[in-house]
């Protein structure tokens, strides 16, 4: 089952981390994965929402193919527990694919019984982490309104930082958000991921009036990385002492640690948010 935020306590309830980026290509899925299994060693119940449209990436990067997706629950043709896919160290992945789109075109009772299917999945989970793809498409925007955290992933590369800056804006301006976290990937350095987080600050705090950027930390170029994707397996999984794998470890221990930052007065349960039915 999945457990509500409506009564229940802070420790209780489930954590909703978008992952986005401006620019493709800036090591989002990677950053999921790691998290993820990261956050799972940590003793969490993790569950990945791959909903990135195009290349479904995340199956690909753990060696895992799926047979089904969202739309086939949605179709009536698979219950929620036959899509999900076990990955490693424990976490759970849904395949989203194509099916991202059509939860947004469901009737009423369409909701209802897909709801209902979710209220039935034997395990509960703590965490759910989406993968939202790059953008600012109409469905990354949606994940990111939908999700209680949201984190941009930024690159030493200028317009990894431009592109990274309009989604945020874009989030801001259109929709109110105004609590973002901050993940630099491929940094050269500390003090380099620290200067691209006071760069986004900087224009963010000027043009932006009321908005809250958080460093979460940074994730160092690390030729281990590569070599793991070749294997179709997490960083953290395949050399777990590697810089990017202590830096994944230390990134999901400061989430876990620290309190949500909640853009929407109160934490409503994700799906119901996600299908628009009123809690
Ligand atoms: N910290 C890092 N050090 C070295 N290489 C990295 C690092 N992070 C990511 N990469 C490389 O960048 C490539 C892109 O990563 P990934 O697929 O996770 O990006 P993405 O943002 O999900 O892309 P897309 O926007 O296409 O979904 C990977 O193939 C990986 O080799
Ligand atoms: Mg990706």
Redesign the pocket.
Known sequence: MVKSGGNSTAEDMVRVFSVS?G??????????INLAIAMSKLGKRVLILDA?L??A?VDV?LGLSPQYNISHVLRGQKKISDILVQGPAGITIMPASSGVQELTHLSVEQKIMFLDLLESLPVSFDVFLI?T??GISDMVLYFNLMAQEKII?L?PEPTSLTDGYALIKVLFQRHGERYFRILV???EGENQAKSIYKQISKVADHFLDGISLDYIGS????????KA?MHQKAVIELFPKAP?SQAFMQIAKRLLSSSPQLDHGSVKLFWKKLLGVSV
Do not use: E, Q
């Open positions: 980026s620019k493709g290509g800036v090591g989002k899925s990677n950053v999921v990135d195009g290349l990436n990067l993968d793809g790059a992933v690159t990937n491929n940094a994730v160092p170029k690390d030729p281990h990385i590569p994707i990017s």
